[in-house]
């Protein structure tokens, strides 16, 4: 069955570094757009970036534009999130997707990152 496992969140300090993982199975990995999202309490989850099936375009929230770095292995099935300069403003329940046109959306169960000193 399809499965998306989010791993590496935890508490850190403002400032601080984490690295999120997204490992996939049950499905093509290499076919997909990988994204990642996050869920602060009380507001919408949104969208904070995105990579494209082979790697080569990234996209990425403006508010967190040359802090974070998403990344893929598609020989691994995972993709990364490189957080830097983690700001208290980053804490949230951090989710990845896995989505293609015209194919059914799949989430991870999400990570739980809190930033703070």
């Known amino acids: 069955q399809v499965q998306l496992v989010d791993t590496g969140g935890g508490l850190v300090q403002p400032g601080g570094s984490l690295r999120l993982s997204c490992t996939a199975s049950g499905f093509t990995f290499s076919m997909y757009t990988m994204s990642w999202h996050r869920q602060a309490p009380g507001k919408e989850r949104e969208l904070v970036a995105s990579?494209?099936?082979?790697?080569?375009?990234?996209n990425y929230a403006d508010s967190v534009k040359g802090r974070f770095t998403i990344s893929r292995d598609n020989a691994k099935n995972t993709v990364y999130l490189q957080m830097n300069s983690l700001k208290p403003e980053d804490t949230a329940v951090y989710y990845c997707?896995?989505?293609?046109?015209?194919?059914?959306?799949?989430w991870g169960q999400g990570t739980q990152v809190t930033v703070s000193s």
């Open positions: 997707k896995a989505s293609r046109p015209h194919s059914l959306d799949y």
């Open positions: 990579i494209s099936s082979a790697g080569g375009y990234t």
